[in-house]
């Protein structure tokens, strides 16, 4: 199973990036997701959350700005990101609960994808 992220990038402060989080490989099923990012210096942080039902939670730093989605036949979770502020600035990383076919029985764990970066100019 592999997770892929894109969709960084420079951007004015202001503006908007769509990342997205492609899950690969012999996969079963998908449960959870979430972005989280990683700013220079500092530790990672959670941005979102989404379950496979679609309820979706929020950082308090992203609310109003940040939407997270899914469409589930592309194995896809993308971020809508308005607005963005120079304090966005960070690597963003996708985690997913993924069940795969391992072997003679299903297993369970957990995804990270790649980083990919955001970097807001003021």
């Known amino acids: 199973v592999q997770l892929q992220a894109s969709g960084g990038g420079l951007v004015q402060a202001g503006g908007s990036l769509r990342l997205s989080c492609a899950a690969s490989g012999s996969i079963f099923s998908i449960d959870g997701m979430g972005w989280y990012r990683q700013a220079p210096g500092k530790e990672r942080e959670l941005v979102g959350t989404?379950?496979?039902?679609?309820?979706?939670n929020y950082a308090d730093s992203v609310k109003g700005r940040f939407t997270i989605s899914r469409d589930g036949a592309k194995k896809t979770m993308y971020l809508q990101m308005n607005n963005l502020k120079p304090e966005d600035t960070a690597a963003y990383y996708c985690n997913a609960r993924v069940t795969y076919y391992g072997g003679s029985y299903p297993a369970t764990d957990d995804f990270w994808g790649q980083g990919t970066q955001v970097t807001v100019s003021s």
């Open positions: 989404i379950t496979s039902g679609g309820r979706r």
